[in-house]
Every structure is written in structure tokens, then in C-alpha cells.
């Protein structure tokens, strides 16, 4: 079945996003400033663990292999969030950063267990869904915890004197080169009105 198939591949992918996440929490738990930001990372970490193995589960009943995508997108957020890493900022304007990556994370998971879900519920595979619906539920309360925790943090950095900028990395550069080439695209169209 079409669908099916459909379903199997955004699983994948969202398993491959769940490892890769594995692999960047401690990244952001240990680059994090706040200790509330921190323990959140860290304790998420742990539940991402559990969907991992959730969505092992999933794919048992499924009957197919987990492994066989990866997911390229989360790869663009996590790298997102490596570069709010890098950042010179000091204190709670460095964590104001890791902020919006995380919440871009959470964001990201929950769009793909939303679709997941809808496309297992349609099927007919309740089991499935209701497993797929214990990872989504973790991740909206990871994203309401963030905002809790980053509220505190955000009204911190804004009493924070601005910091001196260093010269750019070529990292940044090529970005910056990049931002202007999407702009002259974007250009003509934005000219034209929808029909
Ligand atoms: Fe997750
Ligand atoms: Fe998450």
C-alpha cells in the first residue's frame, strides 16, 4: 500500500532525526550557561532515549527495519544550533541563542509526529499511533518547558551590556554571501502578485 510506504519513510526519517538528536543534547546541555537550561536538555535527553526506543517498538509492529533514511533536515537544525554554539555572546545572551535552536528541535519533531500520526490514524494502525503520540506529547512539553525556562533567561540577557563584535568567520561570511544570493532570487518573484 502507497501510503504505507509513505509512513515508513517519515518514520525513518523521524528515527534518524531521534539518534541524531541523541548525539547533540549533551552538546547543548554542556554548552548551555543557565543551569534550568541545562537540567532541561539533560532530562530530555533521557525521554529522546525512550522514543528511540518507542520508535523501534513502531517499527516491530510495522514489521520493517528502522534504519535505511536519513534525515537531512534535522541535520540543517542541528548545525543551526552548533552555530548558536559558537556564538561570542556571554551569560543569558548566549543562551538566548541555544534557545531558539532548541525550540526549533522541538518544533521540527513535532510537525513530523503530527504527520506521522495522521497518516497511522488514517491507516487504521491505532497501536502505532498511540506510541507515535507519547514521543509527540514529550516534545510539546519539551517546547512549553524551553519557553518557561528561556522566558527568565531572555529577560536576563536584555539587561545584559552589548558585546564587542569580533571579525567575521569565514563560516559567517559565506553565510552572509549566501543570505543575499536568496534575496536577488526571491527578487522577481516577490514583484509578481499571486494570481
Ligand atoms: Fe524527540
Ligand atoms: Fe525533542
Do not use: W
Amino acid at each position: 500500500m502507497a501510503l504505507k510506504e509513505v509512513l515508513i519513510d517519515e518514520l525513518r526519517d523521524m528515527y534518524s532525526a531521534e539518534n541524531q538528536l541523541v548525539k547533540a543534547l549533551p552538546k547543548l546541555a554542556k554548552g548551555a550557561k543557565d543551569p534550568a537550561l541545562k537540567t532541561l536538555f539533560t532530562s530530555h535527553l533521557d525521554e529522546t532515549k525512550e522514543q528511540v526506543n518507542r520508535l523501534k517498538q513502531v517499527f516491530e509492529i510495522l514489521e520493517e527495519k528502522p534504519t535505511g533514511e536519513h534525515c537531512n533536515g534535522m541535520e540543517g537544525v542541528i548545525e543551526e544550533g552548533a552555530d548558536a554554539l559558537e556564538k561570542d555572546e556571554e551569560g543569558a545572551s548566549f543562551d538566548s541563542g541555544i534557545i531558539g535552536a532548541a525550540l526549533r528541535t522541538e518544533h521540527y519533531e513535532i510537525a513530523g509526529y503530527t504527520a506521522t500520526i495522521a497518516i497511522a490514524k488514517v491507516l487504521g494502525l491505532s497501536d502505532v499511533a498511540a506510541l507515535l503520540n507519547e514521543n509527540l506529547k514529550e516534545e510539546q512539553s519539551a517546547s512549553n518547558k524551553i519557553l518557561t525556562v528561556g522566558q527568565t533567561i531572555l529577560e536576563e540577557a536584555s539587561g545584559e551590556p552589548e558585546t564587542e563584535k569580533g571579525p567575521k568567520s569565514s563560516k559567517e561570511k559565506s553565510s552572509a554571501k549566501k543570505s543575499k544570493e536568496d534575496e536577488k532570487k526571491a527578487a522577481p518573484d516577490l514583484k509578481k502578485r499571486s494570481a
